[in-house]
């Protein structure tokens, strides 16, 4: 193979030779660099993203949480982003994007060079002043950046960015384009895209904003932080100012927009929020741990899910005001505990006192601090706005009364006409869970005092004992066997082995007496504990647990003491376990989530899975569809009836007359532990039932007389008489093949055939002699002591029975 001849240059002059050496040379370099662009290239280009990709990019985007009438209640999010299609996107607001980041965005391909030069020029006195450099970037550029490139400054990045830009402007539309940059780009105040901007800035969606609203935010992607609208208000206003100008200079505004606009002072909210409405803050949580069990974190939090709860939020507003208002009435009746802090008034003593933990959902209390003290006349100091004014005498003679107020002492306070009420943070807490009793949804649910100072959610998560509020199932398995409301209970001295310490265990009534032979119906109305434990005995313990396990309960060991409480459960899983006694003996699952629809609007949950037939016929004058109720059925309605009407009476005669004045068609059982230590009631009306509760978290206990008629009734009272506004009470629906007789002035439901037998029912065998006892002279009695007035007696019977004394009918049963 002949071999490539080189130049022969011995011949050649020196001119020439040199002129022959430097082509050698410079094809030598040109080569040389085309093989340095191509390894440049090579390794550019090697790591470079596919801008094909984009074309199906979901950002991250939120799962947005409403209530059922369609309030925005929370939000799930790593990234606090709306993603809004380009089409509802106003467009004001595109038009200042524009003007702010690229007006020639329609008509360059990716690239503006005339940008590119100016910032190129910018940046010479950039770098010789130490600044950062400018980008000059489109907002194609600004796509490929935010969405597959990291934000380094440096030309390697400005290559790739260009590049990247003309691959989008060849892959996706120009509107596509832009969609990805408004619902990519950062916006300060926690907002990704202008939707959650809009709605974290002013509180509006895109289409409810102003020009200068609009200009604002198309402001901030050259420095949210910069232009933050309360730390830096004059700069935010003038690049908001330079905004409009542009947008005025390139035709979107006239002049007269331009100034109108301009004129208006920049009203930012103080903070980004999650939802306007903020009473749900627990219920909200809950449904969050229930959306990710089902869901997946990554989908609650990433996928732009569509959620819409059971809340209504005029209730859980109730239900929120009931329960932290019970709770400070508590915390009042057991004293005042002392300032939370001393202040000695040195300079900068106010900033102290406002680092004070208050309740956040007590927005007006304010710290401030006692500044003399003359008896019950207390000059306090604001430390909000250093005004001074008086504690009302009262309130000053409360807390003087146990640990008497000095100067220096740092408290909350709050306005109230002229003066100022002195306020505590409660210790104690509680529950408050309302249920609708057909379907099982959870209208308001509230667990604890303030979710700001801890967000333990004590509905669902604390197990306590609801001690006498367990009763209504110990006395509905009775029923589902062969006792009726009639069937005669002696209540007298009853004793087992198995007690503390080897001895034996008696349980006793509340008032530490004992009452002779009563009817079922009056043994729940005044929670009479021996009774119950006498019928536990014979209806049989396992027989009971299984049934309260069946309806809801959760499962407990088959001993005597539960039947008074001495097991274990939840305010949540109580409360709706006792939606079986109200909707006809059904058991619903009680839930929180109503609907989920994914980020395209496709439905991928709905919590009621029933079928209906015949709902999408067209109507031709044929009867409404009808579906089946909900749940599975547990306990004969007729059973689920009798305990409505007895729990009516509990609070019509019984233990809970705190709530008669709510009417009639309202039925509950209250609780209280040993030693106080919690405290419960249940209440319910036809189309609702409410659970509170009152304790310790430590399980201390609450104080003598804190019954479940002393702190949960007022609670509930309180929450109903906003809910039966919006659901009124109505009658219990009576079972269709129940016999209705009367008995004691009280019509009472039986099963057909067990009507007959209420005069030879009896209960266990006595272990005490008792004579017969008329019931009739029992009630005498009990509304003798009630209203402290004697009314004629009736003819004593043949044997007289031994003397009784009847408690209070506001005292509940304990163990």
């Not at 741990?289 to 869901?295: E, T, V």
């Not at 309260?548 to 376990?577: F, R």
């Not at 899975?609 to 004058?621: I, M, T, V």
């Not at 009867?623 to 089946?628: K, N």
């Amino acid at each position: 193979m002949p071999q490539p001849r080189l130049p022969n240059i011995k011949g050649l002059k020196i001119a020439e030779r040199w002129f022959v050496l430097a082509g050698v040379g410079l094809l030598g370099a040109i080569t040389l660099a085309g093989l340095v662009v191509t390894i440049y290239a090579a390794w550019l280009f090697h790591d470079l993203p596919d801008a094909s990709e984009l074309a199906d990019y979901r950002p991250a985007t939120a799962t947005r949480v409403y209530a059922g009438d369609g309030t925005l209640i929370g939000e799930f999010s790593d990234e606090r982003r709306i993603y809004v299609p380009y089409e509802q996107i106003p467009l004001p607001v595109i038009q200042a994007f524009l003007s702010a980041e690229d007006s020639r965005f329609f008509e360059h391909g990716g690239v503006d060079v005339s940008g590119l030069g100016r910032a190129m020029f910018k940046n010479v006195f950039n770098a010789a002043t130490g600044r950062r450099l400018e980008g000059g970037s489109t907002i194609t550029q600004q796509v490929a950046k935010n969405v597959l490139l990291t934000n380094e400054s440096s030309i390697n990045r400005k290559v790739k960015e260009a590049i990247l830009a003309n691959r989008l402007e060849a892959t996706l539309s120009k509107q596509q384009i832009l969609e990805l940059y408004l619902n990519e780009i950062f916006l300060g105040y926690r907002s990704y895209g202008v939707a959650a901007a809009a709605y974290n800035y002013f509180g509006k969606s895109l289409a409810q904003l102003t020009p200068d609203e609009a200009a604002f935010l198309a402001a901030l992607p050259k420095g949210p932080n910069n232009y933050h609208p309360k730390r830096h208000p004059d700069a935010a206003k003038g690049r908001r100012d330079w905004v409009l100008g542009e947008m005025g200079d390139n035709g979107f505004l006239t002049p007269a927009q331009v100034a109108e606009a301009q004129a208006r002072p920049l009203a930012a909210q103080d903070a980004p929020r999650r939802a306007q409405y903020a009473d749900a803050d627990f219920f909200v949580e809950e449904a969050r741990r229930q959306a990710i069990r089902q869901f997946g974190a990554e989908q609650v939090n990433r996928g732009g899910y569509y959620m819409r709860t059971t809340l209504d939020p005029k209730l859980q507003s109730a239900a929120r005001d009931a329960l932290m208002k019970g709770l400070e009435n508590y915390d009042r009746r057991h004293g005042w505990r002392g300032a939370w802090g001393t202040t000695d008034f040195a300079d900068g003593w106010q900033a102290e006192a406002l680092r004070g933990t208050r309740p956040p959902e007590r927005r007006s209390w304010e710290a401030a601090a006692v500044e003399n003290v003359a008896g019950n006349s207390v000059r306090i100091r604001s430390a909000k706005d250093d005004n001074t004014g008086y504690l009302l005498t009262a309130d000053a003679a409360w807390a003087n009364a146990n640990r008497p107020l000095k100067r220096g002492d740092l408290i909350f306070v709050e306005r109230r006409d002229g003066q100022y009420a002195l306020k505590q943070v409660p210790r104690v807490n509680g529950a408050l869970v309302a249920i609708e009793p057909q379907s099982g949804r959870v209208l308001a649910m509230v667990g604890g005092y303030s979710y700001g100072l801890s967000s333990f959610n004590r509905a669902t998560q604390a197990r306590r004992q609801p001690g006498s509020a367990f009763k209504p199932f110990v006395y509905a398995a009775a029923l589902e066997g062969d006792y009726t409301p009639a069937s005669i209970i002696l209540d007298a001295p009853i004793s087992f082995a198995g007690g503390a310490n080897g001895g034996r265990w008696t349980p006793e009534n509340y008032s530490r007496e004992y009452y002779g032979p009563q009817t079922l119906r009056r043994g729940l109305e005044l929670s009479r504990n021996v009774m119950t434990v006498r019928m536990a005995q014979d209806v049989g313990m396992t027989n009971v647990v299984a049934l309260a396990d069946k309806m809801g309960v959760g499962k407990m060991e088959p001993n005597l003491s539960v039947s008074l409480g001495a097991g274990e459960t939840t305010p949540y899983q109580l409360t709706a376990a006792y939606a079986a006694f109200v909707n006809g003996g059904r058991r619903v699952n009680p839930y929180l989530i109503e609907m989920v629809q994914d980020r395209d609007g496709e439905t991928i949950f709905r919590a009621d899975q029933r079928r209906c037939r015949d709902c999408g016929r067209a109507f031709s004058g044929q009867e409404s569809p009808r579906l089946d109720g909900r749940g599975e059925q547990v306990i004969d309605p007729i059973t689920a009836y009798q305990i409505s009407s007895m729990l009516e009476g509990v609070v019509q005669r019984g233990t809970a007359t705190g709530a008669r004045g709510l009417g009639r068609w309202v039925g509950g059982k209250t609780g209280t532990t040993n030693e106080y230590r919690s405290a419960w009631f249940v209440g319910f009306s036809s189309d609702i039932v409410v659970g509170v509760f009152i304790g310790f978290d430590d399980n201390r206990p609450l104080g003598s007389g804190e019954t479940g008629a002393t702190g949960p009734v007022p609670v509930f009272n309180e929450f109903m008489q906003v809910a039966l506004r919006e659901r009124p009470a109505r009658p219990f629906v009576r079972p269709k093949n129940a016999i209705f007789r009367t008995v004691n002035g009280i019509e009472e439901a039986f099963r057909p055939g067990t009507e007959r037998r209420r005069e030879e029912e009896q209960a266990p065998a006595p272990e005490i002699p008792l004579g017969p006892q008329n019931y009739n002279d029992i009630l005498r009695r009990e509304e003798e002591e009630a209203t402290g007035q004697t009314s004629p007696a009736t003819p004593p019977p043949t044997t007289p029975a031994p003397p009784r004394k009847e408690p209070a009918a506001d005292l509940d049963g304990l163990y």
